[in-house]
Nanobody, 116 residues
Framework: EVQLVESGGGLVQPGGSLRLSCVAS????????ITWIRQAPGKEVEWVSSIDRYYSTFDADSVKGRFTISRDNAKNTVFLQMNNLKPEDTAIYHCALASGGEITHRGQGTQVTVSS
């Protein structure tokens, strides 16, 4: 059974940092593309960052230069290092699998709140 479990969210001041983790089970995350998405209250789901099996990474313009996605195959875990956080980054962050542009699996999410 595919499972994705996120952790690492919290409350942080603008300019601060957080590191999110996504522990995968039921499949090797090294064999596929893992994606972070986020959803703020009343807003559409937004794609944030992805890492593919070749370690190529892709970031949304809104987070480029501030967020870094990475993967630890031994821990079957994908990370999202978030620096210089802004209030508009406030959202629930999910890691997800997608196929054909559609989300097929996602975790329960972790709340990130950026506020002074």
């Amino acid at each position: 059974e595919v499972q994705l479990v996120e952790s690492g969210g919290g409350l942080v001041q603008p300019g601060g940092s957080l590191r999110l983790s996504c522990v995968a089970s039921g499949f090797p995350c090294s064999d596929t593309t893992i994606t972070w998405i986020r959803q703020a209250p009343g807003k559409e789901v937004e794609w944030v960052s992805s890492i593919d099996r070749y370690y190529s990474t892709f970031d949304a313009d809104s987070v480029k230069g501030r967020f870094t996605i990475s993967r630890d195959n031994a821990k079957n875990t994908v990370f999202l290092q978030m620096n210089n956080l802004k209030p508009e980054d406030t959202a629930i962050y999910h890691c997800a699998l997608a196929s054909g542009g559609e989300i097929t699996h996602r975790g329960q999410g972790t709340q990130v709140t950026v506020s002074s």
